[in-house]
């Protein structure tokens, strides 16, 4: 029975310790390094706690190793998980229509997307290329309105480090 507590132990640690890892190697490429550095701290802290107890286990188990491996795998789908919910950053959607459709530009700015546009040439005709920056928090917002408008455009998103200069809707400049 203290075998099946331990593991229990473990596991739930190490699912808190590798979500937090996830969740600090994203705020770290988006340049949030002193939240990394203090969330780093606590999942070593974490980390080291569980390995202490792991290895001070008398009996040497299998059910020890499994519960160590089986938290981390839980903590790198929960990890991933978090980070879409808490969509840390900024994000480029690239939308490009089939023919010009300002009726697209009209409805993204009146639901407040910042829209830059650009003419394109198409195989066959023009075609117009939205380029919008929004916050990660609202690319299904964005592309449901694509969807409705234009479901033929083409889309694009991409993650986005800094954003300098232009007008951001929420954006605080510092």
């Known amino acids: 029975m203290e075998i099946l507590i331990i593991c229990i132990i473990i596991i739930a640690v190490r699912i808190v310790d590798v ?7 994203v705020l770290i490429v988006r340049g949030n390094r002193r939240i990394g550095a203090m969330i780093g701290f606590i999942e070593v802290l974490i980390w080291f706690l569980v390995v202490r107890r792991a290895l001070m286990v008398e009996e040497q188990s299998l059910w020890v190793a499994m519960s160590y491996a089986g938290g981390f795998s839980l903590g790198t789908f929960l990890g991933v998980k978090l980070e879409e919910i808490l969509a840390i950053g900024n ?16 409805v993204l700015r009146k639901n407040g997307f910042a829209v830059s546009t650009v003419v394109t040439k198409g195989i066959k005709n023009e075609n117009l290329m939205l380029l919008i920056e929004v916050n990660r928090k609202r690319i299904k917002e964005a592309v449901q309105i694509v969807n409705e408008v234009t479901p033929d455009s083409f889309v694009t998103i991409s993650d986005v480090k800094h954003i300098i200069g232009g007008y951001f809707p929420g954006h605080v400049r510092r």
Not at 19 to 25: A, K, P, Y
Not at 91 to 106: F, H, M, N
Request: overall charge neutral.
């Open 91 to 106: 994000a480029s959607i690239q939308v490009i229509t089939k023919g010009i459709r300002e009726d697209l530009v009209d």
């Open 19 to 25: 979500s937090l890892g996830t969740v600090r190697m």
